[in-house]
C-alpha cells in the first residue's frame, strides 16, 4: 500500500500562486509515475502535471508555462508550483502515485477568487 497526503491548498487572489505538496510513504518502492490531477464541480478529474521516476515531465495544455511539477526522492514528495492561478484552476487537486495500480491521495481544494 502506498499512503498520499497532499497539504498546501487554499484561497487565492487570481494571479497569485500556491504550491502544493504530496508526501508519499508506505510501499513506496517501484513507484514509477507520480502526479496532480483536479477536479472541478460539475466536471470529472483531469490530468493537471505527472513525473517520472526519471525525471519526465508532463503537462496539461491548460496549465503550460504556469505550473511545474517537482519531487525530492530523499524526501519522498512531489510538488506543484501553480503560478498566475486562475479561477478556472479552482479544483480539489489529487495527488496520484502509479506503482501496478494507482493510488490517491484525499485530494487539497485549491480556489482561486477575488
Known amino acids: 500500500q502506498v499512503q498520499l497526503v497532499e497539504s498546501g491548498g487554499g484561497l487565492v487572489q487570481p494571479g497569485g500562486s500556491l504550491r502544493l505538496s504530496c508526501a508519499a510513504s508506505?510501499?513506496?518502492?517501484?513507484?514509477?509515475?507520480m502526479g496532480w490531477y483536479r477536479q472541478a464541480p460539475g466536471k470529472e478529474r483531469e490530468l493537471v502535471a505527472t513525473?517520472?521516476?526519471?525525471?519526465?515531465?508532463n503537462y496539461a495544455d491548460s496549465v503550460k508555462g504556469r505550473f511545474t511539477i517537482s519531487r525530492d526522492s530523499a524526501k519522498n514528495t512531489v510538488y506543484l508550483q501553480m503560478n498566475n492561478l486562475k479561477p478556472e484552476d479552482t479544483a480539489v487537486y489529487y495527488c496520484?502515485?502509479?506503482?501496478?495500480?494507482?493510488?490517491w491521495g484525499k485530494g487539497t481544494l485549491v480556489t482561486v477568487s477575488s
Open positions: 513525473i517520472t521516476s526519471g525525471g519526465t515531465t
Open positions: 508506505g510501499s513506496i518502492f517501484g513507484i514509477t509515475v
Open positions: 496520484n502515485a502509479f506503482r501496478d495500480i494507482h493510488y
